[in-house]
């Protein structure tokens, strides 16, 4: 193995026994211009997360991950969600050459323009002339057009392109400058940052910043980073941009979730300086997906708001937000996972009664006229076994019968389809405990709806 400098500043080419090239390893391989951190900040300072934004990469990766582009009207109603949501950014498309993705991006742009001001939209552009004519033509359709203008960067890549580290920052240095010159705001990007070696990203952000890219992105483009990878990664950056002399740009951290890190991943790269993190819905990507958009701003509207900070997006439109794009992609639900199907569900006694009381305790707050009071306990209710409200994100809890249900659960579920509990005698609720009991299983609805209606 050997480690080098080049006459232009980035490392050598490490290979392996049989000459082919290693990849550097943020998670653990020291470097002399990059120690390992020995200790990682607990999260993201309360100022770091108010004033963090997400990119929506939901019609450009996100589409990457599906089998169907979808049509121009349903992309439009979903930019239509981001707005009001309140994401100000999102890439729309990557230069693919003409035919009709070319076609619908355009038109998606245009739609854009006309009627979504607010998004600011952003294109990918390879390092080709070919990409540069098409972000140019992309420009003139929106006057906010930005471009991420990037390269794959770590050895590996660049030896199956056959590039070396000069051609990479030729092209680059090329088509920043100008992209620049069309009076296009471009934001530096690579590919593969997480296995690309210190030495190397110094060099490539140093001509990116050089050649006039207002914004740098990093990626995890293979999702192998963990959060001690992605904080280095992104401290090494910030620093680096402070040695340039550029303190105030901006930082992208767009990650993958092939390992599973991609949540933790983007709140180190906040704590480490990053101030964009790229998020699609429900996470839908290439393989298993990009960070999800869901999970990235449930944890950090709940920072803004424990610091004291105003939330950044209309919570309540979350699931709106994210249920439409899911449809528009055809990418069913599942059962678990964050905000999954059965996210607000719950047929558990012991959970049940303690909803049940605390909606109770409201019922006491509003016969005695105490309307702020019944609206907190309604709220305790909703939170009392999740720390998701459904009612924040646009929801609602849901309760079953099933074998691990009790009273509670019964009367819950009876009072969720619109009938009253107390109707319901003791004798039929122990009927209706003991046939799910006996079958070992959650009720269907239809089947709750039949022993109701009999009640
Ligand atoms: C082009 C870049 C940003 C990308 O999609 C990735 O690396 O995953």
């Not at 952000?205 to 990664?233: C, F, H, K, S």
Request: glycine residues 8%.
């Amino acid at each position: 193995m050997t480690t080098g400098t080049t006459s232009n500043g980035a490392a050598a080419t490490r290979t392996g026994d049989s000459d082919v090239p290693v990849d550097f390893n943020w998670n653990s391989e020291p470097d002399p211009l990059s120690p390992l951190p020995r200790t990682l900040p607990a999260e993201p300072t309360p100022e770091q997360a108010a004033n963090a934004e997400v990119l929506s990469e939901c019609l450009r990766d996100g589409l990457q991950g599906v089998s169907r582009y979808p049509d121009i009207d349903a992309m439009l109603k979903y930019v239509e969600l981001l707005d009001a949501f309140g994401v100000r950014s999102a890439t729309v498309g990557i230069h693919t050459g003409a035919g009709t993705l070319d076609a619908t991006m355009k038109e998606l742009l245009a739609g854009m323009a006309e009627h979504f001001p607010n998004i600011v939209p952003s294109v990918l552009s390879v390092c080709t002339p070919a990409s540069l004519k098409w972000t140019a033509e992309c420009r003139e359709i929106h006057p906010k057009l930005e471009s991420v203008v990037f390269m794959g960067s770590s050895p590996v890549r660049r030896m199956v392109q056959g590039w070396d580290m000069d051609f990479i920052l030729r092209r680059m240095e090329a088509t920043i400058s100008e992209t620049v010159a069309l009076g296009i705001p471009v934001i530096g990007g690579t590919e593969h940052t997480t296995q690309t070696a210190p030495a190397d990203v110094r060099a490539i952000t140093r001509v990116q910043v050089e050649n006039g890219a207002y914004r740098v992105a990093v990626a995890d483009t293979i999702g192998i980073a963990r959060p001690v990878g992605a904080y280095r990664l992104c401290s090494f950056i910030r620093q680096l941009l402070d040695e340039l002399g550029t303190p105030d740009m901006k930082l992208d951290w767009h990650g993958h979730r092939d390992t599973g890190n991609a949540l933790g991943n983007a709140m180190m790269a906040i704590a480490a300086g990053a101030n964009r993190i790229h998020v699609v819905s429900r996470g839908v990507g290439e393989r298993s997906g990009n960070a999800s958009l869901e999970e990235v701003v449930l944890n950090l509207a709940a920072m803004q708001a424990e610091g004291g900070h105003p939330v950044s997006w209309n919570m309540t439109e979350l699931l709106g937000l994210i249920s439409f794009y899911q449809e528009m992609v055809d990418v069913p639900t599942a059962d678990h996972g964050v905000l999954g199907k059965r996210y607000s569900y719950t047929s558990s006694g012991i959970h049940t009664d303690a909803i049940l009381k605390a909606n109770a305790l409201a019922d006491n707050a509003r016969k005695a006229g105490d309307f702020p009071l019944e609206q907190k306990l309604r709220e305790m209710a909703r939170v009392v076994y999740s720390a998701v409200d459904p009612a924040a994100v646009g929801g609602t809890y849901s309760v079953g019968v099933s074998q691990w249900s009790g009273t509670s659960s019964v009367k819950l579920a009876c009072l969720q389809s619109g009938r009253d509990p107390e109707k319901l005698t003791a004798e039929r609720v122990d009927q209706i405990l003991a046939y799910a009991k006996s079958e070992g299983r959650e009720l269907e609805g239809e089947e709750l709806e039949a022993w109701f209606a009999q009640s």
